[in-house]
């Protein structure tokens, strides 16, 4: 049974460029979560989706935009990259319906912009 | 305001030894609150899941306290191992029918033979 899934493991990026990282949730899971962790910070939260829609956003602007495909997969996208982006990025799976505690966090995709 | 804070920042200990992280929060209407093991540039892990009704979680070497009344909240390593040393994160959830899940910034424990 695989488990939450991220790719690429590393990426560097040029500031102004645009980034895709990619997520694959836990079998049996459709919803997907996404977080950024600066070093030294604990997780802030981006956004969530579930059917294909974006369901809950966190503080975070416009250039952050996602999406989530019909097999549950999803996709973070990161336009006109700043220096304030280079983190971790994190995606959580979950099942929808059931605690928010039932969730599972890939290993993560670091991301640096120079 | 939501806020999940942890003490202290940082730790070293010696190996074998004991050792106490601390969560204090200010999350309303309170859900649950989980303590992550986050090895540096991993996912988070989770250790303990406790809700309303329980003051005490244990998994392994690992003790988890909620005191919901002060909402405070101890995460107990006993015998510490190289292994233990990694961030330890708070995190604790709103009861708002939606999404509302807090994360501490962590405790970084470094564990020395």
């Known amino acids: 049974d695989a488990g939450v899934t991220q790719s690429p493991t590393h990426l560097i990026k040029t500031r102004g460029q645009q980034v895709t990282l990619r997520c694959s949730p836990k079998?049996?899971?459709?919803?997907v979560s996404w977080y950024q962790q600066a070093l030294g910070q604990g997780p802030q939260f981006i956004f969530q989706?579930?059917?294909?829609?974006?369901?809950q956003r966190g503080n975070f602007p416009d250039r952050f935009s996602g999406h989530q495909f019909p097999n549950y997969s999803s996709e973070l996208n990161v336009n006109a990259l700043l220096l304030g982006d280079s983190a971790l990025y994190l995606c959580?799976?979950?099942?929808?319906?059931?605690?928010?505690?039932?969730?599972?966090f890939g290993p993560g995709t670091r991301l640096t912009v120079t | 305001k939501n806020q999940v804070e942890q003490s202290p920042q940082s730790l070293i200990i010696l190996e074998g030894k004991n050792c106490t992280l601390q969560?204090?929060?200010?999350?309303?209407?309170?859900?649950?609150l989980r303590w992550y093991k986050q090895d540096t540039g991993r996912g988070p892990v989770s250790l303990t899941i406790?809700?309303?009704?329980?003051n005490t979680k244990s998994n392994g070497r690992y003790t988890a306290t909620l005191d919901a009344d002060t909402k405070q909240s101890s995460l107990h390593i006993t015998a510490s191992q190289l292994s233990d040393s990694a961030s330890y994160i708070c995190?604790?959830?709103?009861?708002?029918?939606?999404?509302?899940?807090?994360f501490g910034a962590g405790t970084r424990l470094f564990v020395k033979a």
């Open positions: 406790m809700t309303f009704s329980e």
């Open positions: 995190v604790v959830s709103a009861n708002t029918g939606g999404f509302k899940t807090i």
């Open positions: 959580a799976s979950s099942l929808r319906g059931l605690a928010d505690y039932e969730q599972y």
């Open positions: 079998s049996g899971h459709d919803t």
């Open positions: 969560c204090n929060y200010t999350v309303s209407p309170f859900s649950n």
């Open positions: 989706y579930y059917e294909e829609e974006e369901r």
